[in-house]
């Protein structure tokens, strides 16, 4: 079966308020497919662009295929993009690896993975940028003040910051748990708790920046929260 064939869990969720069109939610689930494969194959060799809290990790490798693409279709990426210092490109020049000399082919074959990678999200990025400003903040959790200087930056800036080692780290990095949340609900077999882990996602999103946020299972048929209603044919958001 072809990732395209794939049923996208969250389709019922999407077409009720959501800031982000067909095509920018078909790109992060790109990514996030991308990311999930990475998480899986730095296993035994973790690199800290794809380090994953190892409970969901191995929830997640014996998982099947179509669990790993629920958890791909969450409506933001699962990792985010930071860049250096707005303003100043020698902050990432200083560090990049990816021309240093001396390298074994261990930290060779790292750089690569991660360029390969970085140049992916940050083309997404970029492109979300130009038609969706506001996009970014969202779906990648950028800054707003390193919007301008991505938008600016030229192919070979790029190229160049795609291995910096800052660039890339997994989503919600002050909440372990909430991974294994997200890993539970998509090796379960009801669309309800996995809508309750992407909504709890989004919670913590909004929420972690102001004070901290106990993640707990959702349970299969969530009470409703009597502080919001749910509007007819939408799904409520536990936060």
């Given at each position: ?78 990792f ?75 192919i ?53 920046e ?30």
């Amino acid at each position: 079966m072809s990732d395209r064939h794939l049923a996208n869990p969250l389709a019922p969720l999407l077409h009720h308020g959501n800031l982000l069109h067909a095509g920018v939610r078909r790109d992060i689930t790109g990514l996030n497919r991308l990311f999930l494969e990475r998480v899986l194959e730095h296993v035994s060799a973790p690199d800290p662009w794809f380090a994953v809290p190892a409970p969901a990790v191995a929830r997640l490798a014996g998982a099947t295929r179509e669990a790993r693409e629920r958890a791909a279709h969450s409506p933001v990426a699962l990792f985010e993009v930071t860049l250096p210092g707005a303003g100043d490109p020698s902050a990432w020049r200083s560090d990049a690896v990816a021309d240093e000399p001396g390298l074994d082919g261990a930290g060779r074959g790292q750089v690569e993975a991660r360029r390969s990678f970085g140049l992916a999200a940050l083309g997404v990025v970029r492109g979300l940028l130009e038609g969706s400003p506001l996009s970014p903040r969202i779906a990648f959790g950028l800054g707003p003040a390193h919007e301008e200087q991505l938008a600016a930056m030229s192919i070979a800036e790029s190229y160049r910051l795609a291995s910096w080692p800052g660039l890339i780290r997994p989503r919600w990095p002050a909440h372990a748990r909430y991974w294994e949340v997200l890993a539970d609900a998509a090796t379960s077999s009801g669309a309800d708790v996995m809508r309750w882990a992407y909504a709890t996602g989004l919670c913590l999103l909004g929420q972690c920046e102001r004070r901290p946020v106990q993640v707990v299972h959702g349970p299969r048929h969530p009470p409703r929260p009597a502080h919001r209603r749910s509007r007819p044919g939408g799904s409520d958001v536990p936060c």
